[in-house]
């Protein structure tokens, strides 16, 4: 079992950054895939970006070029750093984790964190 929790989210104006967080119960070994998903009011859920257990590295057209995944395996710790923030980057954001032999790069996460807001105004 992991058990995910985000932080990091808040209002900023276009243009702006965040850099969101995620910690880990236990050590992600390389093994697990780790991505951040998204989703707005009336919306379904999109992957944003994703890293595998070797660090590559995954992102949705959407944001390339703003948006950046890492992690810091000493800590546990999943990041996004999100740059140019647009209104419609507006969305409850949240952390996600699978076994890297289940699933694809958008699919497969079973373990997911409660979600932090992340609002953009014009």
């Known amino acids: 079992q992991v058990q995910l929790v985000e932080s990091g989210g808040g209002s900023v104006q276009a243009g702006g950054s965040l850099r969101l967080s995620c910690v880990a119960s236990?050590?992600?070994?390389?093994?697990?895939?780790m991505g951040w998903f998204r989703q707005a009011p009336g919306k379904g859920r999109e992957g944003v970006a994703a890293?595998?257990?070797?660090?590559?590295?995954y992102y949705a057209d959407s944001v390339k070029g703003r948006f950046t995944i890492s992690k810091d395996n000493a800590k546990n710790i999943l990041y996004l750093q999100m740059n140019s923030l647009k209104p419609e980057d507006t969305a409850m954001y949240y952390c996600?984790?699978?076994?890297?032999?289940?699933?694809?790069?958008?699919?497969?996460?079973?373990?997911w964190g409660q979600g932090t807001q992340v609002t953009v105004s014009s």
């Open positions: 996600a984790a699978r076994g890297c032999w289940y699933g694809g790069t958008w699919s497969g996460y079973n373990y």
């Open positions: 236990r050590y992600i070994n390389s093994n697990f895939c």
């Open positions: 890293i595998d257990g070797d660090g590559s590295t």
